[in-house]
């Protein structure tokens, strides 16, 4: 309920990155949060919300101009999904299962998604994450489409999605 992993800096560019994460969400009641930098106070993150939707949240700097995208999916508790979330200088995608499910259009600058990053919790230690991270991948440049649903496929037999 309360394990985590903290991480190095990842060292990701300011835009056009991609982040891959393989994971099994059993609680939506807190919307928790699978992975977050601990940037002081800058409040990025992946998480669910309490309706099963995916959400992906940027900010410019410690709660000033946040800005969240949630998936038109609504998983179910259990289910094992894998997701990518791309950014770059005008937009933020959520990919579940190979496949495009929200995008948006965002050109305002975001704080970077640096130093060391929680997987399985919020950076000040709220919005624990109850389920499994199978695989968190971090990609500093975008994957294409066909890139994105390849990984997918590579998956899908292996953990039966």
């Known amino acids: 309920m309360d394990d985590y992993v903290q991480t190095g800096d ?15 969400c059993d609680n939506f009641s807190n919307s928790p949060i699978f992975l977050s930098p601990l ?7 992946l998480r669910f919300l309490s309706n099963g939707k995916i ?12 800005r969240l995208i949630d998936s038109n999916y609504t998983a179910s508790l259990g289910e094992i999904l894998h997701l990518v979330f791309t950014r770059t200088s005008t937009s933020k995608s959520i990919y579940i299962n190979g496949i495009l499910d929200a995008q948006d259009s965002d050109s305002t600058s975001s704080a970077l998604w640096s130093g060391s990053w ?5 950076g000040n230690n709220t919005f624990h994450f109850n389920g499994k991270i199978y695989i968190v991948k971090v990609y500093n440049q975008l994957l294409t489409e066909q890139e994105i649903q390849q990984n ?8 039966n999605l």
């Open 55 to 66: 959400a992906f949240q940027v900010t410019t700097s410690s709660d000033l101009n946040n």
């Open 118 to 122: 929680r997987l399985g919790m919020r």
């Open 39 to 45: 940037s002081s106070g800058v409040d990025h993150f």
């Open 152 to 159: 997918y496929n590579a998956l899908k037999g292996r953990f």
């Open 10 to 24: 990842p060292s990701i560019s300011q835009y056009d990155w991609s982040i891959e994460i393989l994971i099994k």
